[in-house]
């Protein structure tokens, strides 16, 4: 008989078993290269966290990046039995918008490619967007087939619940498709990842965010019937009005079942600047991983109240605070950086 998640046919909620995180680790010559010390910082605290509940695939540029990588891992004492390195040549570390996404399909796996543009030709991208296909030729995917799709959809733009539905924003996928309509996109998503109900966010933004409103970074599935999203108080804000008027269109988005939605608020917090740039920096960007969740910290008072939420709504798992300042300058936070693959694939 088939599970109750092997009888759908979707892409799965990020709160079901994994087999693994992947990540993509910086490398100096990158964006990174001002805050690079730092942002190691950041990775190897992200990495460490993972390793404590489950496998990380780390890709790596190149041998000698692989060594690097290699040394401050067993420096940090991490079992070399929770990680693998990966040779593959990248253009950014932001594998969530690039990387595998995985769908459940007649009690197996398929492994989804789309294109990866750089959030709209922003940024070069030409390596990001073979990922996929050298994960495959190196065996990571095993004997699941992996599909290419010719549609730019990057991973930090569609939320999931599990069962069909999928958040996302107009925002994003209506400008990487300006030849499409929602209908259109609709049925592409319909075939390619199983949705079944699409939630559109007409509103909602952070200044300083590349993506052109990633629904990652503003509002995201914790369960069937909860979502979190990002609240802004101070009407001084740049983004104020657009956050009011997402939060009046999530209390109006349905479940299947037609019920509305359990809404929780986590207040942003106090807004930062790099090189005189205003950054997106949100709670909402949280990772959850096997009998955890990982949340972003900012060095902000609204640090631990978006940590008592997270342990409110999450009694069974582990909620664990990761220093996320250095990714912030590069437009992201710990969502960004990861993408997990569901428990039997590797």
Not at 28 to 48: G, P, Q, T
Not at 91 to 99: E, I, K, L, P, Q
Not at 135 to 144: N, Q, R, T
Not at 220 to 232: K, M, P, S
Request: some cysteine.
């Amino acid at each position: 008989m088939l599970s109750k998640y092997e009888e759908k046919v979707d892409l799965p909620a990020e709160w079901e078993p994994q087999s693994a995180v992947l990540i993509a680790w910086p490398f100096r010559e990158s964006d990174w290269k001002e805050k690079f010390e730092d942002v190691e910082k950041n990775y190897l605290a992200l990495c460490k966290a993972i390793c404590a509940y489950q496998k990380v695939l780390i890709l790596c540029k190149n041998d000698e990046h692989r060594d690097s990588i290699k040394n401050k891992l067993e420096l940090a004492q991490l079992d070399n039995n929770t990680y693998s390195l990966i040779i593959a040549d990248y253009n950014d570390t932001w594998c969530r918008d690039y990387g595998p996404l995985t769908v459940r399909h007649n009690g197996t796996f398929e492994i989804k490619n789309f294109v990866f543009d750089g959030w709209g030709n922003k940024f070069p991208a030409e390596f990001d967007n073979l990922i996929c296909r050298q994960l495959k030729e190196k065996g990571i995917f095993g004997s699941f087939n992996l599909h290419n799709y010719d549609l730019v959809l990057e991973g930090g733009s569609i939320d999931s619940d599990g069962c069909g539905s999928i958040l996302t924003t107009s925002s994003c996928l209506l400008k990487r498709h300006a030849d499409k309509n929602k209908n259109e996109l609709e049925q592409i998503l319909k075939e390619a990842i199983g949705a079944r109900k699409i939630l559109w966010l007409e509103h909602g933004r952070l200044t300083g965010d590349d993506t052109d409103g990633h629904v990652d970074m503003l509002a995201r599935f914790i369960n069937e019937e909860t979502i979190f999203y990002c609240r802004c108080d101070d009407k001084d804000d740049p983004d104020y009005v657009e956050l009011q008027l997402m939060e009046e269109e999530l209390a109006l988005l349905r479940q299947q079942n037609d019920k509305l939605y359990h809404l929780v608020s986590i207040p942003l917090p106090q807004r930062k600047y790099h090189n005189g740039r205003l950054l997106a920096a949100s709670y909402i960007n949280f990772l959850i991983i096997n009998h955890a969740v990982l949340v972003p910290q900012f060095d902000d008072e609204k640090d631990q109240i978006a940590l008592d939420t997270f342990k409110e709504h999450f009694p069974d798992r582990d909620i664990v605070g990761i220093d996320s300042n250095a990714l912030i300058t590069q437009g992201g936070s710990l969502h960004c950086s990861t993408m997990q693959i569901p428990a039997g694939v590797l």
